[in-house]
């Protein structure tokens, strides 16, 4: 099968380097199976985005270097997939996926604060779009010690954040054009919103 890689250009000669940044996405879930707290690397992942387009002015990261655009493209290499409908990528959807994502990182928030003053127990289980908690528990391969529960807690929230649109991801490009997820990624809207005020 043809791997599709992500491609982008070395400024210093003008040649195109290729990068196979679909195995950030696959290396980041292999993280979660060898320590949770390694899920907070997510935190990388939600912040470069951001700290390309102030820097640059452009959506570098959603043109060229976001892993997870990559994963889809691979996955649907052998298939064009149909155009999805207009009301699936209308702003309207674009908002309601920006504020349900907002929701979840401040429901992350409270929780984790919540933890840490001890008013409420940790969740340590994947829980996929917020509710629906998976009946399954994350092999640990590396123990690192006495992590405060606090800290548990967020990167199983983190790592659930991360599958949930990871799925959502793969089955906007089972039915459709494997790019869909990325007009109706958060951080995508959010680049466009902050790139017209730049």
Same mark, same amino acid.
């Given at each position: /099968? ?8 070395? %400024? ?13 996405? &696959? ?18 992942? /939600? ?25 889809? *493209? &691979? ?9 999805? !409908? *207009? ?6 959807? %674009? ?21 840490? &003053? ?8 994947? %829980? ?33 954040? /991360?599958?949930? *649109?990871?799925? &959502?991801?793969?089955?906007?490009? /089972?039915?459709?054009? !494997? ?20």
């Amino acid at each position: /099968m043809q791997v599709y890689y992500a491609l982008y250009v070395n %400024r210093e000669n003008q040649t195109v380097k290729k990068k196979p940044l679909f195995l950030i996405t &696959l290396g980041y879930f292999a993280l979660g199976i060898i320590n949770i707290h390694l899920a907070l690397t997510a935190l990388i992942c /939600m912040a470069l985005p951001f700290i390309l387009l102030y820097k640059s002015g452009k959506k570098q990261w959603c043109h060229g270097y976001c892993p997870r655009a990559d994963f889809f *493209s &691979l996955i649907k290499a052998k298939g064009k997939g149909k155009k999805a !409908p *207009s009301w699936l990528i209308s702003p309207k959807a %674009r908002n309601g996926i920006l504020s349900y994502f907002c929701v979840n990182l401040m429901l992350i928030t409270t929780s984790t604060w919540m933890v840490a &003053l001890g008013k409420i127990a940790p969740i340590e289980k994947i %829980r996929l779009f917020i509710v629906f908690e998976l009946p399954l528990v994350l092999p640990q391969l590396v123990e690192l010690g006495d992590v405060p529960q606090a800290i548990t807690h967020l990167a199983y929230r983190f790592y659930s954040v /991360m599958i949930s *649109s990871t799925l &959502l991801g793969l089955i906007l490009t /089972m039915f459709f054009k !494997p790019k869909t997820w990325c007009v109706v990624c958060p951080v995508n809207t959010m680049s466009s919103r902050i790139q017209r005020v730049l």
